[in-house]
């Protein structure tokens, strides 16, 4: 018998909808509950500890929808719960840094990766821990780029005031001779356009 129990997945503003649209196109067939925590937007600027709170709040009223899994569709929320959380709550919960550092020291020919993310998930080193994991030969730089997020959220994604605030980001990236570039936030695939120009 089928578990037809939703997916649960949060995010602190649309960045999540990345994620939700992955889910949508690899499991087609499950049904999901989206949280966006507009009320508390952005994550990126605050303490450890309070996203963190958030976050276990949020994944408990999940719960109490009945959900067969949470997934935690934020870096900043990932890097501050994800642990604590698997502890705390019996259902499985799963968070996007671990996914993103493994596909990014795969893809790496030179062992240098940049993360592009807000500046809590930068602090917390939570993608040095996962890309060291996965090749512990791998150099990192983070860079915090927590205005982004804003860029996003404003629908200026694909916009001139995008590429302006990407520009020395990325200049930064290929100054370093990084040959792979993390985007450590939910929000920034949306920004692709901009980055490809």
């Known amino acids: 018998m089928t578990d037809t129990r939703p997916i649960g997945v949060f995010d602190s503003g649309v960045g999540g909808l990345t994620v939700v649209h992955e889910l949508r196109r690899t499991l087609p067939g499950e049904s ?10 952005p ?5 450890q500890a309070e996203v963190r709170a958030l976050a ?5 009223h999940l719960v109490s ?3 067969k899994l949470v997934v935690i569709a934020c870096n900043t929320a990932t890097a501050a719960a994800l642990n604590l959380a698997r ?3 019996d259902i499985p919960i799963v968070g996007v840094i671990a996914p993103g550092a493994q596909a990014a020291a795969a ?3 030179t ?8 500046e809590g998930t930068r602090a917390s080193n939570e993608y040095v821990h996962a890309l060291k994991e996965a090749n512990p030969g791998v150099s990192v730089l983070g860079i915090a780029a927590p205005e982004l997020v804003g860029i996003v959220e404003s629908g200026d994604a694909d916009s001139v005031r995008a ?11 290929l100054q370093w001779n990084a040959d792979t570039l993390v985007l450590g936030c939910t929000h920034y695939p949306l920004l692709q356009p901009a980055l490809r120009r």
């Open 87 to 89: 502890e705390r709550f």
């Open 56 to 60: 276990l709040a949020i994944i408990e």
């Open 43 to 47: 994550y990126g600027p605050r303490p």
């Open 65 to 67: 929808l009945d959900t």
């Open 107 to 109: 893809a790496t020919e």
């Open 111 to 118: 062992g240098r990766v940049a993360v592009l993310s807000t």
């Open 32 to 41: 999901l509950v989206y949280l966006a925590d507009l009320r508390n937007f």
């Open 163 to 173: 590429a302006a605030a990407l520009h020395p980001l990325v200049d930064r990236a």
